[in-house]
């Protein structure tokens, strides 16, 4: 069985994120979301809380997990038996960014690889910090975010 994680902050988890995981389904047996905890990255939303939303968000995909993970990425892949991080790139300056951090991953790993998966063109310009701030100016950002009754298949 091939098992991927998929690890981020998702404060909050938008369209392009459920973008990355319905095409990391197509490769994967199985995907376990990793929502960074509370003591390792500060947000507006406790991970409990954002954990719950993409939990509920996946409950007719059996194949989708969700858990709140503290520490490295790579850590938490050993910890769940994956065989490979995957992460969403939505431009170059995250493309280097993630190259380096596979890079690390590999050679602190142990063999595990980290698949770079490019954004949807249609969904790139959406962000975590996009949509924050557009909350925070009172606009609406429904189209932005995966509807809490939509299927993520």
Not at 69 to 79: C, K, M, R
Not at 81 to 98: C, L, Q, T, W
């Amino acid at each position: 069985m091939r098992t991927a994680v998929f690890t981020g902050s998702f404060n909050p988890f938008t369209l392009g994120h459920a973008d990355i995981v319905r095409r990391a389904l197509s490769f994967s047996d199985r995907i376990i979301i990793g929502v960074v905890g509370d003591n390792v990255h500060k947000a507006l939303t406790p991970a409990a809380e954002r954990c719950a939303a993409i939990a509920r968000l996946y409950d007719d995909e059996p194949r989708v997990e969700v858990r709140i993970y503290n520490g490295l990425a790579v850590d938490f892949a050993h910890e769940v038996h994956a065989d490979a991080i995957i992460k969403g790139v939505r431009s170059v300056k995250d493309f280097e960014y993630e190259r380096e951090q596979a890079e690390a991953n590999r050679h602190i790993g142990d063999g595990i690889e980290t698949i770079l998966l490019p954004a949807d063109p249609s969904l790139a310009y959406i962000s975590s910090s996009l949509v924050r701030e557009l909350q925070h100016f009172g606009r609406d950002v429904s189209d932005l975010l995966p509807a809490s009754g939509e299927k993520n298949e």
